[in-house]
């Protein structure tokens, strides 16, 4: 039993460092050498104009990974007979999705019909962390774009009040671990959320309906401040930075604000529940070890860039990043 078990397992690492394998970083040297330019000048020039646009770029590249693996399949536009994902409830805080068109012009414009819109969302994600002044790595590509987009994939994305059993079930079912997962929640470094992605947490927390109904994990000092940000459940417009004090970069402060409960989603705040992560965000809250943890995340960003890719033959490079050809 225990050897039929760590043979799938070897079985599903080879698997899995198969795929990985068939990205190369070097992958457009020869068939499209400029790409990471083109990309990095159109990056620069609309973060000076719109710095908040990093946090949904980076973001797009995890909602593509998690559903359907990094095919693009975010970007499909609903067609007659098929309700696409961008158009599932999750869509409605996905930013960027012009910009991303804009930029994909640009490079089809220097190497047609030659670079995915898997890959550019990949490049775009690590631009996205660099810009706001955080690690540089060098991104694995060669990923195709995929066919299909279904609206109800999007239920294989994390949900921000899942608990850390939840949260590890999810990254698990992409070959991400519970390392991954608390590396990766850092994303958060950056990036603003809407008042209804966790105002559960602030009023009617398990359906009492009184002022004292509230998330008990989140401190009452924070929580005191999020309830005159956000007023009540019917709030659909505002939103609230997720670093407070650092929204625009890319550094530490995350884990110092979970550390202190401060965290903003219940996801967040579940990393202390387990004494791996909670050990983790501990050592990081104290902001010494930036290295290390710049590493970390380059590290897991390459993981989860490689989930579920599309290589070789399969899928297409498509020429506008919302139709497929
Ligand atoms: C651990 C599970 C995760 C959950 C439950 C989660 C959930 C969320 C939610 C609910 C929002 C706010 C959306 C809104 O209301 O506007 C958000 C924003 C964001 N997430 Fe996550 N997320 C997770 C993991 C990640 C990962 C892995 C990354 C990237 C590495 C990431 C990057 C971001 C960024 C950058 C934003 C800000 C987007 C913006 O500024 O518009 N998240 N996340
Ligand atoms: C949608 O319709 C087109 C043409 O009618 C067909 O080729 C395609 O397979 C359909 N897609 C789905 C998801 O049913
Ligand atoms: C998608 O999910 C909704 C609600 O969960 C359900 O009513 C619908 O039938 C599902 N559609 C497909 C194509 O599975
Ligand atoms: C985590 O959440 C799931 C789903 O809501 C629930 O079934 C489970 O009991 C929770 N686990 C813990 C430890 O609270
Ligand atoms: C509070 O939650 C309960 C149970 O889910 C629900 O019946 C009630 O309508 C909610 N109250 C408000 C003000 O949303
Ligand atoms: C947001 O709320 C307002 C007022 O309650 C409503 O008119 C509007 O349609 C809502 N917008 C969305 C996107 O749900
Ligand atoms: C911005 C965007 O595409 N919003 C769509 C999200 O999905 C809903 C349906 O669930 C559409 O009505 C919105 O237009």
Redesign the pocket.
């Known amino acids: 039993m225990a050897s039929s078990r760590a043979a799938l397992l070897v079985l599903l690492l080879s698997a899995f460092a198969t795929a990985m394998a068939q990205l190369d970083d070097k992958f457009y040297s020869q068939s499209c050498p400029s790409v990471e330019d083109v990309v990095r000048r159109e990056m620069v020039r609309a973060l000076s104009l719109a710095p908040s646009l990093a946090g949904p770029l980076l973001r797009m590249h995890f909602h593509d990974c998690f559903v359907r693996g990094c095919d693009g399949s975010v970007l499909l536009d609903s067609t007659g007979n098929s309700t696409a994902e961008k158009d599932a409830p999750p869509n409605?805080t996905l930013r960027g999705f012009d910009f991303i068109e804009r930029v994909k012009a640009a490079v089809e414009a220097a190497c047609p019909d030659t670079v995915s819109c898997a890959d550019l969302l990949a490049l775009m994600a690590r631009d996205a962390v660099w810009l706001s002044k955080g690690p540089f790595w060098a991104v694995p590509l060669g990923r195709r774009d995929g066919m299909v987009s279904i609206s109800n994939d999007t239920d294989q994305l994390p949900p921000p009040n899942g608990n850390f059993t939840v949260l590890t079930q999810f990254f698990a079912a992409k070959n991400l671990d519970t390392k991954d997962l608390v590396v990766l929640s850092a994303g958060h470094t950056i990036g603003t959320s809407h008042c209804f992605s966790f105002n559960d947490r602030l009023f009617n927390f398990t359906g009492m309906d009184n002022a004292r109904d509230t998330d008990p994990s989140l401190d009452p000092q924070y929580m005191a401040k999020l309830r005159v940000k956000c007023p009540s459940l019917?709030d659909?417009?505002t939103l609230v930075e997720m670093d407070p004090g650092s929204f625009k970069t890319f550094d530490l402060s995350y884990y110092g604000h979970v550390a202190k409960r401060r965290g903003l989603f219940h996801s967040d705040g579940a990393l202390l529940t387990d004494g791996f992560t909670r050990a983790y965000v501990m050592r990081h809250a104290t902001g010494a070890y930036k290295e290390e943890f710049f590493a970390d995340f380059a590290a897991s960003m390459v993981k989860m860039g490689g989930v579920g890719v599309l290589t070789g033959n399969q899928g297409e490079i498509r020429k506008k990043c919302s139709v497929v050809n």
């Open positions: 409605q019917e659909n417009m």
